[in-house]
């Protein structure tokens, strides 16, 4: 997974964070994650999303698109240190994602804390009863203008919407990145229905399948997918019930705070 910065700066914030907190689970999740190339946030991020949590004392995280697990672990203690009744709303399409994300979670100590829906990320949020206090943003980037939408009205005053991949390895701002891993993370997790298929995005290599990048209409879904997340960014940005600011941290994570 590439940064936004240069190597070095994200090797030393990946150190900061693993001299706070050292964890064999999170080594298997990262092993996992590299070897079968799939998208997680990395450590220097899911750190920055657990203290955002715990700056609200949020009980109650919805994360739209979970992966196996990994910002869940995040997530997990922060609500963890919130209080006994706090709990994360995993959702992901993907079965297998679920089975995977309990057994680390449940290694971790942390499963007690989560509920997996498996489905869609939209419905698994109309799904929570009442107000949120973190929706977490990471589905197919197509859908950030409508998880937006719905996790707007949701969400607490003083609640907060994070979003990852809001920077988009710069295309959000016109340049093309010099790697693949964009073309890798479209062709992963959203090409129309690419997370629908059991295991699709966790099977080794998948990604790398001949033509997974510059299939016909590549290039169009490549501008589709940058122009859902600028829309929604600018969304956010004029909202007036929030404040919100872009962390430029890997790939860029939104954090926009509900005032009203
Ligand atoms: C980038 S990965 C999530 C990684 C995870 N947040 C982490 O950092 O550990 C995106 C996940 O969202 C799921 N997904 C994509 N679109 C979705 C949707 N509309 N509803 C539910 N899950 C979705 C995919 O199956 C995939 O597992």
């Given at each position: 997974m ?12 990946v150190e900061?964070v693993k001299?706070q907190h050292l964890d064999p689970v999170l080594d298997d999740m990262e092993r996992r994650a590299d070897a079968n190339r799939f998208p997680i946030v990395g450590r220097a991020v899911g750190r920055?999303?657990e ?15 979970s992966g196996f697990g990994y910002s869940a672990y995040w997530f997990a203690g ?12 995993c959702?992901d399409?993907?079965?297998a994602n679920a089975a995977l994300a309990e057994q680390y979670l449940r290694r971790a100590g942390r499963w007690?804390r989560v509920?997996y ?82 295991g699709?995005q966790d099977r080794p ?56």
């Amino acid at each position: 997974m590439q940064s936004l910065l240069p190597p070095q700066v994200d090797a030393h914030l990946v150190e900061l964070v693993k001299a706070q907190h050292l964890d064999p689970v999170l080594d298997d999740m990262e092993r996992r994650a590299d070897a079968n190339r799939f998208p997680i946030v990395g450590r220097a991020v899911g750190r920055f999303l657990e203290l955002q949590a715990r700056m609200i004392g949020a009980q109650r995280v919805v994360e739209l698109g979970s992966g196996f697990g990994y910002s869940a672990y995040w997530f997990a203690g922060a609500v963890e240190a919130g209080g006994p009744g706090g709990e994360v709303v995993c959702t992901d399409t993907d079965p297998a994602n679920a089975a995977l994300a309990e057994q680390y979670l449940r290694r971790a100590g942390r499963w007690d804390r989560v509920r997996y829906h498996i489905g869609d990320a939209l419905e698994g949020l109309a799904a929570v009863d009442g107000e949120v206090d973190v929706v977490y943003c990471d589905i197919d980037k197509q859908g950030y203008p409508a998880a937006w939408a719905a996790a707007a009205e949701r969400l607490r005053v003083g609640g907060l919407f994070l979003c990852d991949n809001v920077l988009w390895d710069g295309r959000v701002a016109g340049l093309t990145p010099s790697g693949h891993d964009d073309d890798r993370r479209l062709a992963a997790t959203d090409r129309p229905g690419a997370q629908d298929r059991p295991g699709a995005q966790d099977r080794p290599g998948a990604q790398d399948r001949p033509g997974a990048q510059d299939g016909p209409g590549a290039q169009d879904r490549r501008a589709a997918v940058t122009d859902a997340i600028v829309a929604m960014t600018r969304e956010v940005a004029q909202d007036p019930r929030y404040v919100s600011a872009i962390n430029p941290v890997r790939d860029g994570v939104l954090v926009a705070l509900r005032v009203t």
